[in-house]
T-cell receptor, first 112, second 112 residues
Framework: GIQVEQSPPDLILQEGANSTLRCNFSDSVNNLQWFHQNPWGQLINLFYIPSGTKQNGRLSATTVATERYSLLYISSSQTTDSGVYFC??????????????FGKGTLLTVNP | NAGVTQTPKFQVLKTGQSMTLQCAQDMNHEYMSWYRQDPGMGLRLIHY???????DQGEVPNGYNVSRSTTEDFPLRLLSAAPSQTSVYFC???????????FGDGTRLSIL
């Protein structure tokens, strides 16, 4: 099946700093989503972005499907940005096209 | 509009017991799925459904059973609980399979 790798696995920032999280995937995708899991365990959908660029406030994401990667940018980070960020994809081919496969996540800690 | 509702939030079982985790959505979504989240493993797909009466296996289906008799409900049954099934379980839904996923708040399950 499709493989999803996220980097870095852990990231510690001071409030106000910017960061870039990366997601590499091993095959063509129909679907790519970024999620934030907050410290209470809730999973929030940030972006649905199989290709192109989107922005939502201080967050933006870019997916370059032909090169099989996606980037999540967080600007002017706040303590409420802390948590785990997951990338998840659905492959185009065969039996993987119904299955959302998650990476292992990036644990972000923003210190005041 | 409650979104995706999971019950119970917490549960402790003894090995060999059976139970059903409930999932309901009020968004008229066709696609529903169950994931388990284990430390260091990310989220892994257990079962999914593309509509009422249609279900299929995900990455880790063994020991679990599902049915989808209505659009709104997608219960997950543990047939004979084992300690390896101790995990946090998430239910998700989307309008179609390659659309943004909406997650419930999870069920934390411990099996002794």
């Amino acid at each position: 099946g499709i493989q999803v790798e996220q980097s870095p696995p852990d990231l510690i920032l001071q409030e106000g700093a910017n960061s870039t999280l990366r997601c590499n995937f091993s095959d063509s995708v129909n679907n790519l989503q970024w999620f934030h899991q907050n410290p209470w365990g809730q999973l929030i959908n940030l972006f649905y972005i199989p290709s192109g660029t989107k922005q939502n406030g201080r967050l933006s994401a870019t997916t370059v499907a032909t090169e099989r990667y996606s980037l999540l940018y967080i600007s002017s980070s706040q303590t409420t940005d802390s948590g785990v960020y997951f990338c998840a994809v659905t492959g185009r081919s065969g039996g993987s096209n119904y299955k959302l496969t998650f990476g292992k996540g990036t644990l972000l800690t923003v210190n005041p | 509009n409650a979104g995706v509702t999971q019950t119970p939030k917490f549960q402790v079982l003894k090995t060999g017991q059976s139970m059903t985790l409930q999932c309901a959505q009020d968004m008229n979504h066709e696609y529903m799925s169950w994931y388990r989240q284990d430390p260091g493993m990310g989220l892994r797909l257990i079962h999914y459904s593309v509509g009422a009466g249609i279900t299929d296996q995900g990455e880790v289906p063994n020991g679990y059973n599902v049915s989808r008799s209505t659009t709104e409900d997608f219960p997950l049954r543990l047939l004979s609980a084992a300690p390896s099934q101790t995990s946090v379980y998430f239910c998700a839904s989307s309008q179609l399979r390659n659309q943004p996923q909406h997650f419930g708040d999870g069920t934390r399950l411990s099996i002794l």
